[in-house]
């Protein structure tokens, strides 16, 4: 979208629609976008799982069931990432523990999944990772 010297004006770019179409007596005006998001899945085989900016969604899978130790890049304000346990082996006795390189996830130094099949969104607000 760009923003012309009218300040009653958008232009939206290709896939992207703005209503109402002009600023007559409008107060509020909606930006919509057509099209669908595609995610980075990854899936995860080996312990230690080391996520990268480039996943957005990790399966750890790893087999037989055992403790996964999953590592969080250092955060940049408004990522998000999905950990999610791909073949239903997390429990009490066999976590997947994340932790983040830095800071903390919820005021906490680890966060875990130890749930058959669970999963966990973090996004990283500039401070910490929260989850979602």
């Known amino acids: 979208m760009s923003y012309t010297n009218n300040p009653t004006s958008f232009i939206a770019g290709t896939g992207i629609s703005i209503t109402p179409g002009?600023?007559?007596?409008?107060?509020?005006?909606?930006?919509?976008?057509l099209g669908s998001q595609t995610l980075a899945v990854r899936i995860a085989t080996a312990t230690p799982v080391a996520v990268t900016n480039t996943d957005d969604v990790v399966s750890v899978q790893v087999s037989p069931a055992s403790a996964v130790a999953v590592n969080l890049p250092a955060g940049v304000s408004?990522?998000?990432?999905?950990?999610?346990?791909?073949?239903?082996?997390?429990?009490?006795?066999?976590p997947i523990t994340i932790t983040p390189a830095a800071g903390t996830i919820d005021g906490a130094a680890t966060a875990v999944i130890n749930v058959p099949f669970g999963s966990l969104t973090l996004v990283y607000d500039g401070v910490q990772w929260l989850l979602i």
């Open 78 to 94: 408004g990522r998000v990432f999905n950990i999610k346990d791909g073949l239903g082996n997390a429990s009490i006795l066999d």
């Open 22 to 33: 002009n600023g007559v007596g409008a107060e509020e005006v909606t930006i919509s976008a």
